[in-house]
């Protein structure tokens, strides 16, 4: 074997070492446990939902820069307990945030509000929507 026989199998050993390590490398992340196993201290309460706490604020939060009387954006208001009974009650407004199929995805152009809210919205409705 001449000297370029074996320098060329050093390049390829060396090439195929690096290319190694680079994909090792590539392939490490680090996991937060907290995010992978949320605490029972941060679960999503849905105990007791009425609107004065809860979905008001969460609407005025997510709904009302684009649904308040002020906007009205697609002739829809949220803003004030009534308004938001009639969307409640036809399933446009869970169906909405949760991106259901058949409704407009809510915030449009945006990304599903949290699940736990979306539950804190659902567990209001299946409540009777209390106004409390």
Same mark, same amino acid.
């Given at each position: 074997?001449?000297?370029? #026989?074996?320098?060329?199998?050093?390049?390829?050993?060396?090439?195929?070492? $690096?290319?190694?390590?680079?994909?090792? /490398?590539?392939?490490?992340?680090?996991?937060?446990?907290?995010? $992978?196993?949320?605490?029972?201290?941060?679960?999503?309460? +849905?105990? #007791?939902?009425?609107?004065?706490?809860?979905?008001?604020?969460?609407?005025?939060?997510?709904?009302?820069?684009? &649904?308040?009387?002020? +906007? /009205?954006?697609?002739?829809?208001?949220?803003?004030?307990?009534?308004?938001? $009974?009639?969307?409640?009650?036809? #399933?446009?407004?869970?169906?909405?945030?949760? &991106?259901?199929?058949?409704?407009?995805?809510?915030?449009?152009? #945006?990304?599903?509000?949290? &699940?736990? &809210?979306?539950?804190?919205?659902?567990?209001?409705?299946?409540?009777? +929507?209390?106004?409390?």
């Amino acid at each position: 074997m001449d000297k370029r #026989g074996s320098a060329e199998q050093l390049m390829k050993r060396n090439c195929a070492g $690096l290319i190694l390590v680079a994909a090792l /490398a590539s392939g490490c992340y680090y996991d937060v446990e907290e995010e $992978l196993y949320p605490s029972s201290a941060t679960a999503c309460d +849905t105990a #007791g939902v009425n609107w004065t706490i809860d979905i008001e604020p969460l609407l005025s939060a997510n709904c009302f820069s684009c &649904h308040s009387a002020g +906007t /009205a954006s697609g002739n829809v208001i949220l803003e004030g307990y009534q308004n938001a $009974l009639v969307y409640a009650n036809d #399933g446009r407004l869970l169906g909405s945030v949760s &991106h259901e199929p058949g409704y407009s995805a809510m915030p449009l152009g #945006g990304n599903k509000i949290s &699940h736990c &809210h979306i539950e804190v919205i659902r567990t209001w409705i299946l409540n009777g +929507t209390p106004e409390n």
